[in-house]
């Protein structure tokens, strides 16, 4: 079964430091990647993917992931982070699709702090 | 267009009591999921469904069950509940095809249960 470690538990920053949350994945095998975003008392909100093509993928409010299929990993980076960065990320793969379902595989989160 | 709305946001229940757990969706999505959220641990899928009158298991069912009478509505229900249920469960909604969302989960904003 697929499983996603995301390196590091907390990360805090000040603003305007650049920042990379690391995502691992397990599959060797040809997946899909996402990268979501839970900004406090919300539920989570797509920040970008990896389906297929360029390895390095934009998302929303600067961010950009780079997807490394020898290293299985899907890091994201943003270079200069602001106040409203502060949420909780989560790495998520593709387990597969059964019976059309894509189900997805969450890593453990990473609760990004920006310190002014 | 609301999205995928979660009702109750907060609940506090009884050890051995029963609830539903709210969610509706008005995307026409066809696959429709439950997660919950505990700390550190990410999101594990606990029901899934393809369409109307399918349903299955995820990762931690137990304690759990579900009904999908129709597209818009898949209800989770906790029949005694436990401490070990106390947790933010989150409901998700797709399309489920890559050229119509590519794959992106639409999140509910959740419902906090406690047991106690």
């Known amino acids: 079964a697929q499983s996603v470690t995301q390196l590091d538990s907390q990360v805090p920053v000040f603003e305007e430091a650049p920042v990379e949350l690391r995502c691992n994945y397990s599959s060797s095998v040809s997946v899909y990647l996402f990268w979501y975003v839970q900004y406090p008392n919300q539920g989570l909100q797509l920040l970008l993917k990896?389906?297929?093509?360029?390895?390095l993928v934009k998302g929303i409010n600067g961010f950009e992931a780079e997807f490394n299929k020898s290293q299985t990993s899907f890091h994201l980076r943003k270079p200069s982070v602001h106040i409203s960065d502060t949420a909780e990320y989560f790495c998520a793969v593709t387990e597969g699709i059964i019976q059309g379902a894509q189900k997805l595989v969450f890593g453990q989160g990473t609760r990004l702090t920006i310190n002014p | 267009n609301a999205g995928v709305t979660q009702t109750p946001k907060f609940r506090i229940l009884k050890i051995g009591q029963s609830m539903t757990l709210q969610c509706a969706q008005d995307?026409?999505?066809?696959?429709m999921y439950w997660y919950r959220q505990d700390p550190g641990m990410g999101l594990k899928l606990i029901y899934y469904s393809v369409g109307a009158g399918i349903t299955d298991k995820g990762e931690v069912p137990n304690g759990y069950n579900v009904s999908r009478s129709t597209t818009e509505d898949f209800p989770l229900r906790l029949e005694l509940a436990a401490p070990s249920q106390t947790s933010v469960y989150f409901c998700a909604s797709s399309y489920g095809r890559l050229a119509k969302d590519g794959y992106g989960y639409t999140f509910g904003s959740g419902t906090r249960l406690t047991v106690v």
């Open positions: 990896y389906l297929s093509g360029s390895t």
């Open positions: 995307m026409n999505h066809n696959y």
